[in-house]
């Protein structure tokens, strides 16, 4: 029988796999290649427009692209890293700037040129009004005769 010393409830394997996968470096080494997230976007229709949010935090309005090419919106972030790390050791760096661009088949009903923007609160808000012909009317009465 062998005795195995266990330290904060956890035996030592289980310690040295948790240390591993906690603490590895999980980026590729190539800074240009580094992890590339696709951030989380919410579409919500209302009666006069659609409201596209994407979640953004840490980034700049500078560092957005909105586009609409061919009936499709394109919303595209670049960032790199610019810090000079001449003279500066890390123990653990996990900071990375990446990329990403997120594309939406726009309806017909949307009018292209009224798209507003805006970034508050790490979150991008784009606006996008619906045709006036595509808006909800409201329920009338028609009278019998």
């Known amino acids: 029988m062998t005795l195995v010393k266990w330290r904060n409830g956890r035996a030592p394997a289980f310690n ?3 240390d591993e996968f906690l603490n590895r470096n999980s980026y590729h ?3 240009s290649e580094r ?4 951030p989380a976007v919410n579409i919500q229709e209302t009666n006069t427009d659609f409201l596209v949010e994407v979640a953004a935090p840490g980034f700049q309005k500078n560092d957005f692209t ?3 090419d061919n009936n499709q919106l394109i919303i595209s972030s670049k960032r790199e890293d610019t810090s000079d790390e001449s003279g500066n050791h890390f123990t653990k760096r996990e900071f990375t700037y990446g990329s990403f661009q997120r594309t939406f088949t726009l309806p017909e009903s949307v009018k292209e040129d009224k ?3 805006k ?3 790490g979150i991008l ?3 996008l009004p619906k045709q006036e012909e595509a808006l909800i009317k409201p329920a009338r009465e ?3 005769s």
Do not use: G
Not at 35 to 38: A, P, S
């Open 16 to 18: 040295y796999l948790m």
């Open 29 to 31: 080494p190539i800074k």
């Open 35 to 38: 992890l590339i997230t696709r």
């Open 66 to 68: 909105v586009e609409i």
């Open 115 to 117: 798209i507003t923007a």
């Open 119 to 121: 970034y508050e609160d």
């Open 125 to 127: 808000k784009l606006t």
């Open 142 to 144: 028609i009278k019998i």
